[in-house]
């Protein structure tokens, strides 16, 4: 599996947008960026994952570069309930076993 | 509503006892997964299994023991061998195909 850089933490304006990125330099051509976050004392939570382009659903966006090294997940107006741990993850699809969980980007959401 | 149940929430035990930590889902899912976290850190597998009867070992498998005799069900027992059992522990599934793992809301035990 490819592994991922993320910052350990960052701070975000209550109501602004978050975006947090993720380096994935050694990323493979079959291989999808997940994105979880996890809420204190919580089982994490699926957000997104993409290959190449651009996906946005309810919860974020994720924007991935052309050259598939880095991406970036935006949160567009984060709330205080935003604040958590969110994990970025590089994994090929219907691989049946593991996915690792590495340190992530604590965010915090100020008033 | 299709979820996963973990249970207990909350386990206190005494050094050198087992315990097993019970992990049930009804959303039809095929893998199902225990994780272990720290405080402070990120998620380490401690056990996996794709089928029913069948399961694998993760990185951290060392003093524990799982059976997956139904597809809904994947309990952890926690022996005494493993050295450093205080931990929170998260069970998760998915189907085949894409990585969207669906968590519990985990279990904390605690050994005193």
């Known amino acids: 599996d490819a592994k991922t850089t993320q910052p350990p933490s960052m701070d975000c304006a209550e109501g602004r947008a978050a975006n947090l990125p993720c380096n994935h330099s050694?990323?493979?051509?079959?291989?999808?960026v997940y994105w979880y976050r996890q809420i204190h004392s919580q089982g994490p939570q699926y957000i997104i994952h993409?290959?190449?382009n651009n996906e946005t659903n309810e919860m974020a966006s994720l924007i991935i570069t052309e050259d598939r090294k880095s991406s970036t997940l935006i949160l567009p107006h984060a709330t205080l309930r935003d604040t958590a741990v969110y994990y970025c993850?590089?994994?090929?699809?219907?691989?049946?076993?593991?996915?690792?969980f590495g340190g992530g980007t604590r965010l915090m959401v100020k008033p | 509503d299709g979820g996963i149940t973990q249970s207990p929430k909350y386990l206190f035990r005494k050094e050198g006892q087992n315990v097993t930590l019970s992990c049930e889902q009804n959303l039809n899912h095929d893998a199902m997964y225990w994780y272990r976290q720290d405080p402070g850190q990120g998620l380490r597998l401690i056990y996996y299994?794709?089928?029913?009867?069948?399961?694998q070992k993760g990185d951290i498998a060392e003093g524990y023991s799982v059976s997956r005799e139904k597809k809904e069900s994947f309990p952890l027992t926690v022996t005494s061998a493993q050295k450093n059992p205080t931990a929170f522990y998260l069970c998760a599934s998915k189907n085949s195909g894409a990585n969207v793992l669906t968590f519990g809301a985990g279990s904390r035990l605690t050994v005193l």
């Open positions: 993409g290959l190449k």
């Open positions: 993850i590089v994994r090929v699809n219907n691989a049946g076993n593991m996915l690792t």
């Open positions: 299994s794709q089928i029913v009867n069948d399961f």
């Open positions: 050694t990323i493979s051509g079959n291989e999808y």
